[in-house]
């Protein structure tokens, strides 16, 4: 769960025009839903929302709101943002409990590449998924995955199961053991065992031809 605490109001007046006012008065309209109560319009502090986004933590994170002290823990499930300035034009919020298990996508992050005899040969690490789809306790959401890249050659890959997650969360796609990176070789390397195996091939047409030559020079033998 992130460390984020914004505070929020109660929109009494909501449509177009009342939205638009409020952006002028440095507001983010939003919509708060999901559990036991129903949809409230709400607005939150617009210079709030923006150092929340940009700590990287507010989107697909549970953050808490508080309004006059009386405080939820949400989940921001959608930003809508402005196409020229990217300043967010309202925000969607979802209410959830602390051990609700609830799916959200989460950062895979590689340590020690130097570790990586694949990486070290000058192979590359090819991201298959950049996120993977969990299912948590919105309490305890890992802001990230971490995935040790020691040992790892080149063919090497990281599959789902390989991966050890934190106590109580587990991979939302079980069907499958699906694929998150592998060590792949550069195309420097490629490129060179192209020409190696060509290099092989021209040899081997030209020892041939030469003992092809050879057998139709032969001279008769005499009985």
């Known amino acids: 769960m992130a460390d984020i605490c914004l505070k929020v109001e109660i929109r009494e007046n909501t449509g177009t025009g009342n939205a638009r006012a409020g952006r002028r008065d440095g507001q983010v309209p939003g919509i708060l839903y999901g559990g036991d109560l129903g949809n409230v319009a709400i607005s939150l502090s617009a210079n709030d929302v923006h150092n929340a986004i940009m700590s990287g933590e507010f989107i697909n994170s549970t953050i808490t709101i508080d309004h006059k002290g009386d405080k939820q823990l949400v989940i921001t499930r959608d930003v809508q943002f402005h196409p020229v300035n990217d300043r967010a034009m309202h925000v969607d919020l979802y209410r959830v409990d602390a051990d609700q298990i609830i799916e959200m996508d989460v950062a895979v992050h590689f340590i020690n590449h130097e570790e990586a005899p694949g990486l070290k040969k000058g192979g590359a690490l090819n991201v298959v998924r950049h996120e993977i789809a969990l299912m948590a306790p919105a309490g305890n959401i890992p802001s990230a995955i971490e995935i040790d890249l020691t040992g790892f050659d ?70």
Do not use: W
């Open 154 to 223: 080149i063919g090497d890959s990281v599959h789902i199961s390989e991966v050890k997650l934190p106590d109580g969360v587990t991979s939302a796609i079980t069907d499958r053991d699906f694929t998150i990176a592998t060590v792949t070789g550069s195309r420097a390397a490629v490129v060179e065992a192209e020409e190696a195996v060509e290099a092989a091939a021209a040899e081997a047409a030209a020892l041939e031809a030469a003992e092809a030559a050879g057998e139709d020079g032969e001279a008769p033998k005499e009985d």
